[in-house]
């Protein structure tokens, strides 16, 4: 079993930088992938980035190079590094995490990031 608590969040003005953390506690030494997704209103929850383990990561094509994910297992923590900020990534953003051989997902209670123009 995994819990996970985001930080971070809040308003910020558009250009501007934020990050974002997730600390995970329970068995963390079976949590495999780590992501964070976002979902503004009236829209699907997304993908916004994703690592694994080993420290390899994925982004969606709206964030590659203004958004850097990054973790540190000893502390069983994941960031989201997000510059360049825009009103469209206002969102609330949702850390996930892949738990054990079977992969079962475990949601973190979200922050919310808002952008102001």
């Known amino acids: 079993q995994v819990q996970l608590v985001e930080s971070g969040g809040g308003l910020v003005q558009a250009g501007g930088s934020l990050r974002l953390s997730c600390a995970a506690s329970?068995?963390?030494?079976?949590?495999?992938?780590m992501g964070w997704y976002r979902q503004a209103p009236g829209k699907q929850r997304e993908l916004v980035a994703i690592i694994s383990r080993g420290g390899s990561m994925d982004y969606a094509a709206s964030v590659k190079g203004r958004f850097t994910i990054s973790r540190d297992n000893a502390k069983s923590t994941v960031y989201l590094q997000m510059n360049s900020l825009t009103p469209e990534d206002t969102a609330v953003y949702f850390c996930?995490?892949?738990?054990?051989?079977?992969?079962?997902?475990?949601w973190g209670q979200g922050t919310q990031v808002t952008v102001s123009s």
């Open positions: 329970g068995s963390t030494d079976s949590i495999n992938d």
């Open positions: 996930k995490a892949f738990y054990g051989s079977s992969w079962n997902a475990y």
